[in-house]
C-alpha cells in the first residue's frame, strides 16, 4: 500500500469528509469533552448517549457547545439514579423529552429503539419467566410501597433506572425498528442477557448497540456472534463512539473516522503511527488491520493513547 503521507491525511479529510447519520456514545460518566470534540469534528445529523451520563450540570447546559449542531437523544443508564444530582441533571434537563427508553422514535432515517437502565432482580430476573417478575410495572412497586417509603411520591430513586417487564413488553409490542440502543448487553457478553438479542430480533433490527461494560466490541467482527445473526451488535467504551451507516474504508486506505482519529490523537506523525508494524497487532500495520476488518481495534488503540495509555 502507498504510505500516506500527513498532509494526505489533513487533505482527504478536509475532501471526502461526509457527516455521519448517526453517532453512538459510549457511557460519559460526566467528562462529555470528547463528546462535544466528536460532534464538532464529523457533524452527525443525531447523537445518542448510551447511558450512565451523570451530568454535573444540567445535560442542556453540559452539551450547550452543540445543542444547534446536531439532534441529541440518549437512554439512561443505571448510575444515572446514583445522586439526586444525577437523576435532576439528566430527567429535570431541558433535554428530557429525549429519552428514548420504552420507545421508538424516527432519528435521522431510522427508528431507533430505546431499552435504558438495568435488570434487578428485586424488580426482573430476565433469565426466569416474566410472569415471575416480583413486580411487572413501577406502578405496580409503588402501589406495595406505604407513602414515607416513596421518592418523591413514586418508586426509589434507584429502581427508576431499572428495568420493568410492561417497559419491555411495550417496547416490543412497537416495532418494528431499524437500531435497537440499550444500556445492557446481548448475550455474546459475558454479562449480557439473552432477553436483549430477543429484543433486537423481534423488532427486526440491522443493529443493536449498548453501553454499560465500557468496551468497544464488534461482536462478528471479533468472533463473538455468526454472520448468520440477523443484527450487527456494537459495544461502545466510555470516551468513543460508534458511527452508523459504518463508514467503510475508502479504496487503500483506513475509513475516514479512523484517519481523523490519528490526526487528533498523532498530529503530523499520524502517517508513521498508522504504516509502522506493531507488536500488539501481530506486526501487522494499524493501517492494515483498519482496511481489513479491525478497524475498532485501531480506534480503541488510538482512544487509549489518547488518554495517555501506552500501547
Ligand atoms: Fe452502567
Avoid at 452527525?44 to 446536531?70: F, K, S, W, Y
Avoid at 426509589?156 to 412497537?174: G, V
Wanted: aromatic share 6%; net charge negative.
Amino acid at each position: 500500500m502507498k504510505p500516506l503521507i500527513s498532509s494526505d491525511l489533513h487533505a482527504r479529510s478536509e475532501r471526502e469528509r461526509s457527516a455521519p447519520k448517526l453517532m453512538f456514545f459510549g457511557d460519559p460518566h460526566g467528562n462529555f469533552d470528547l463528546v462535544i470534540a466528536a460532534v464538532e469534528r464529523l457533524q452527525p445529523e443525531a447523537i445518542v448517549l448510551l447511558g450512565d451520563i451523570q451530568a454535573c450540570r444540567p445535560l442542556h447546559v453540559e452539551l450547550r457547545p452543540i445543542m444547534d449542531l446536531t439532534e441529541i437523544w440518549f437512554i439512561p443508564g443505571n448510575h444515572d439514579t446514583d445522586s439526586d444530582a444525577d437523576y435532576d441533571n439528566l430527567w429535570g434537563s431541558e433535554l428530557a423529552t429525549r429519552n428514548l427508553h420504552g420507545r421508538i422514535v424516527e432519528i435521522a432515517g431510522f427508528k431507533v429503539a430505546g431499552l435504558g437502565g438495568i435488570f434487578r432482580s428485586k424488580i426482573w430476573d430476565p433469565r426466569r419467566p416474566m410472569d415471575e417478575a416480583a413486580f411487572q410495572s413501577s406502578d405496580a412497586m409503588r402501589r406495595t410501597m406505604k407513602s414515607h417509603e416513596r421518592w418523591r411520591d413514586g418508586i426509589s430513586r434507584k429502581h427508576r433506572s431499572s428495568i420493568f417487564p410492561d417497559e419491555y413488553q411495550r417496547l416490543l409490542r412497537s416495532g418494528p425498528a431499524d437500531i435497537l440502543v440499550t444500556h445492557e448487553a446481548p448475550t455474546a457478553h459475558p454479562h449480557g442477557w439473552k432477553v436483549i438479542d430477543e429484543l433486537a430480533e423481534k423488532l427486526g433490527v440491522e443493529l443493536a448497540v449498548h453501553g454499560h461494560h465500557h468496551q468497544n466490541i464488534d461482536y462478528v467482527g471479533e468472533g463473538l456472534m455468526t454472520t448468520a445473526t440477523p443484527f450487527r451488535a456494537f459495544g461502545v467504551e466510555m470516551g468513543s463512539h460508534l458511527t452508523w451507516p459504518r463508514d467503510e474504508p475508502g479504496p487503500g486506505g483506513p475509513s475516514q473516522d479512523v484517519l481523523d482519529l490519528a490526526t487528533q490523537v498523532f498530529g503530523a506523525a499520524a502517517q508513521a503511527w498508522l504504516d509502522k508494524p506493531h507488536e500488539r497487532l501481530d506486526g501487522q500495520t494499524p493501517a492494515t488491520l483498519a482496511v481489513e476488518g479491525g478497524a475498532d481495534r485501531v480506534r480503541s488503540m488510538l482512544i487509549a493513547i489518547q488518554h495517555g495509555g501506552v500501547v
